[in-house]
Structure formats: C-alpha cells, structure tokens
C-alpha cells in the first residue's frame, strides 16, 4: 500500500468541527431553560453535555438535577431548543474558516460523510447554504441510530452508508474520522476508524485517543490523512 492510495473515505462530525456551532447550541439551551426557570453555564455545558445529541443532554441534566420530566416535556424543550436554534442560524455565519476549502478539495478524491449528534435539518440547512450539498455522500444525525456518541453506532452507520452509497469496500482503517470532543472520538475509536482531533472545543490533552491534533480543518490536509492511513 502507497501513501499516496491509503486514505479511502473520510467522515466528519458536524458541530465543533464543520461549523462553529457549539456556543450557538449552548445559548439555545440556555435559552430554552430560561423560559423554565433554569440556568446553565458554559463550564456546565462544555465539562458535561456537549458530546449528547439533544435529547441525550436534556435527559442527563434531568438525571443530574432530579428533574421529573415526562417524555412529552422533553420532547417539547427539544423543539423549543430547535426554535431558538434556527433563529441563530438564520443571523449567523457559522462555518470555520477554511472548512468549506478542505471539503470540496477533498469530496474531489474520497467519500465524505457526516456523523453527529445535531439534527439533520439543522445539518443540512448549513451544509446547502454553503454550497457544500453535492460533497456530502451521507448524513448520520441525531436519531438515525439508537444510541448516540459514544456509542459507535453513529460511526459503524455512517461507514455502512458510505459503502452502499460508493459501492467501495471501505476499511475502516483506512477512513478517518474528524471530531471536537472525547465523546466523538470514543465513538469513532468504537467503529474502529482513525481519528483526528481538533481542538475548536478542547485542548489537545483533552481528546483522548486521537491519533493527529490540529486546530481545525484548514490546518489539515489530504497527504496528512494519507499518512495516518499507510502507518
């Protein structure tokens, strides 16, 4: 196997990696638990929530402060979040620098999906604002499998996907996963793919398990990949 040849598909979380969105679903949130009365810090969200999809985090901060929310409330709060959400998407430009360049150089050799807790609306309303629809083969969203990061589900699925979409026999040695978080990379980790951190939500020392640490995705490059993949 040539370096040049080794990397064959490349799946992406969405939040804290393609966009910029992590603070825009911390003041969703915050928000949301404002209308009830609640108040939830950054610390509390960053150290805690942030690797959950949306219902996941609304159920651990029940857990966490005994809250008695029945199933419909917090199918409620979900969409209340949703709507707060979508007004900030809707006023903000939430791409990171160099993302969109990294994605389109590379749909242009390897299959590119997406695995994340976010919802696929909220995905996609992004994803085709940019331009970048044709350069996503799949997305795996909040609800698509039964258990969400850290669980490898998310993963195993996205590549499955990948496959059936390509009709390639992707190793998932040979395809990378690109996160933010310990969560994500567990689940990566899980799903037996290569992983690469990026330190938009946490520090290098805080992603355990990533085999390659960069800022973001301008900092990395297809030949880095290929090199992750022949070693």
């Known amino acids: 196997m040539t370096a040049a040849r080794a990397l064959q598909a490349i799946i992406l979380d969405f939040d804290g990696v393609i966009a910029d969105s992590e603070p825009l679903h911390l003041?969703?949130?915050?928000?949301?638990?404002a209308d009830h009365g609640l108040a939830l810090s950054a610390d509390q969200?960053?150290?805690?929530?942030?690797?959950?999809?949306?219902?996941?985090?609304?159920?651990?901060?029940?857990?966490?402060?005994?809250?008695?929310?029945?199933?419909?409330?917090?199918?409620?709060?979900?969409?209340?979040?949703?709507?707060?959400?979508?007004?900030?998407?809707q006023n903000s430009s939430v791409l990171f620098p160099g993302a969109a360049e990294f994605i389109r150089s590379s749909a242009a050799e390897v299959p590119i999906g997406i695995a994340s807790g976010a919802m696929k609306h909220e995905i996609l309303q992004v994803i085709q604002a940019a331009g970048l629809g044709p350069c996503i083969a799949l997305v795996v969203a909040a609800g698509d499998t039964p258990e969400s990061k850290p669980s490898p589900a998310p993963y195993r699925l996205?590549?499955?996907?990948?496959?059936?979409?390509?009709?390639?026999?992707?190793?998932a040695r040979r395809s990378v996963a690109v996160e933010d978080s310990r969560w994500g990379l567990a689940s990566a980790s899980g799903a037996g793919l290569r992983c690469v951190g990026v330190t938009s939500s946490y520090p290098a020392e805080e992603l355990p398990g990533a085999e390659l640490v960069v800022g973001g995705l301008a900092d990395l490059t297809l030949d880095m990949l290929h090199q992750l993949c022949s070693s």
């Open 27 to 33: 003041r969703a949130f915050q928000a949301t638990l």
């Open 45 to 89: 969200y960053y150290s805690r929530y942030l690797g959950y999809d949306d219902l996941g985090m609304l159920e651990a901060l029940a857990r966490d402060r005994s809250l008695a929310w029945s199933a419909a409330e917090l199918k409620a709060l979900v969409a209340e979040k949703g709507v707060h959400l979508q007004t900030m998407l």
């Open 158 to 171: 996205a590549l499955e996907g990948l496959r059936e979409r390509t009709g390639l026999d992707l190793d």
